[in-house]
Each structure stands twice: as C-alpha cells, then as structure tokens.
C-alpha cells in the first residue's frame, strides 16, 4: 500500500498555463507539506497543513495555492506558470508537527517550456 | 533561525570501509534532528533521528548518527558501506519552527 501518494509523476506543460499536483496520504496523519527541490537538489519547504488549516506559507508566490479538502488530502495549484517553477516538487505527511519524522511521495516532475 | 549545514557535496568511500556523512545545525532551543536518504527518481525516505536520550542513534540499514551537543554535530555513520548505500543523504534540523534540510551530500561506494 502507497503511505503518500502524488500525481501526476511527470508534468509537462506550457508557460502561462494553469496545473495542479494532487497528494494524499493513507497513514492518518494530521500534517502535510508540500517541498520543492531544485535542480541542484535543494529541498525548500513552501506550504504545511495540519488539520486542514494553513499554518506555514513560506515566501512563495502566490501563484501558488495550497487546496486541503481533508487531512487525507494536500493538492497544489500553479496559476500562471513560469518558467523557473520547474522542480520536482514533493508531498509530505507526518503525525504532528514536531519531533515526528515526514514520509515524503514520489514527487512530481514538473517542467515548464 | 534554524539552518542544518552539509560541508561535503560529494563524499566518496569503497565498499567495506566505514562511512561517515557529515552534518552540523543552528537552532534555538532543543533540536530534533533527522536523516534521509533519497535514491534517484525517489522521495525521501527517513532513516533515523535524535531527539533526545542517548547520544548515538541506530536507524535503518545499518545507518547510525551521533549527536554531538558542543559541536552542534549530528553525523552520519555506517561501520561498512555497501554499494547499494550509494544516494543523496540530507541532513534536517526542527527547532521551534518546522523541518529545514540541509543541501544534501551525494554518497558514492565503490566496489
């Protein structure tokens, strides 16, 4: 069983153009975070929930937006998209904030052209 | 402000030989400090953390880290590095705000 999921893997699209990533997680958790790693590897954390309420929004732009429908579930939203949001960008659950470990998803490869 | 530093990009070892992975943090207040793994094309995957108690912890895959409270150290350690051990480790620090990685240091065991 997949603990944290994401899709799509791969993400292909046009500058200008509007995407969504979808995650979930099947492990109950109470947190989830979305992370973008660059090309060179560096992993910068942008939005954590916990509970369905927002309670990190580091200084991204904010073309992009988080969407929690339930804890279950953390998608992000990309209006506009440019061509520096190219990244693999991760999903992430934990119990609590805290001392708890995060179990990351596979990531989504997302390039824009 | 919370930062984790990895001072080495790259380390480089041959199989058999004993590794260590490199890694120091700033945070105020107590820390609790993570090791990950990731493999290429994957997500991260956690492999042991101190939060308190005894100094050296043991984690997954033979992996252990000592936590060195006067140094501000947190290394990684593997008494014998295989070549499947070969990856992309990040350190992470969580202080009183959430989770920052290190840069990552990029492991190669050679046969």
């Known amino acids: 069983d997949t603990a944290v999921s994401q899709t799509p893997k791969y993400l292909v699209t046009q500058m200008g153009n509007d995407k969504s990533i979808k995650c979930e997680q099947n492990l109950g958790h109470d947190t989830m975070y979305w992370y973008k790693q660059d090309s060179k590897k560096f992993l910068k954390i942008m939005f954590s929930y916990n509970n369905k309420e927002l309670i990190i929004n580091e200084t991204v732009p904010n073309r992009f937006s988080p969407k929690s429908p339930d804890k279950a579930h953390l998608n992000l939203h990309i209006n506009s998209l440019e061509l520096g949001d190219s990244a693999v960008y991760f999903c992430?659950?934990?119990?609590?904030?805290?001392?708890?470990?995060?179990?990351f998803g596979p990531g989504t490869r997302l390039t824009v052209l | 402000a919370q930062s984790v530093a990895q001072p080495e990009d790259q380390v480089n070892v041959a199989e058999g030989n004993p590794l260590t992975v490199k890694c120091t943090y700033s945070?105020?207040?107590?820390?609790?400090l993570f090791w990950y793994v990731q493999y290429p094309n994957r997500g991260l995957q956690f492999l042991l953390k101190?939060?308190?108690?005894?100094?050296l912890v043991k984690g997954s895959y033979g992996f252990e880290a000592e936590f060195n409270k006067s140094q501000t150290s947190f290394h990684l350690k593997k008494p014998s590095a295989l070549v499947s051990d070969s990856a992309l480790y990040f350190c992470?620090?969580?202080?009183?705000?959430?989770?920052?990685f290190g840069a990552g240091t990029r492991l190669t065991v050679k046969p």
């Open positions: 992470a620090v969580r202080g009183n705000n959430d989770m920052r």
């Open positions: 992430a659950s934990s119990i609590i904030r805290g001392r708890n470990e995060q179990f």
């Open positions: 101190y939060i308190t108690g005894d100094n």
């Open positions: 945070v105020s207040g107590n820390p609790y």
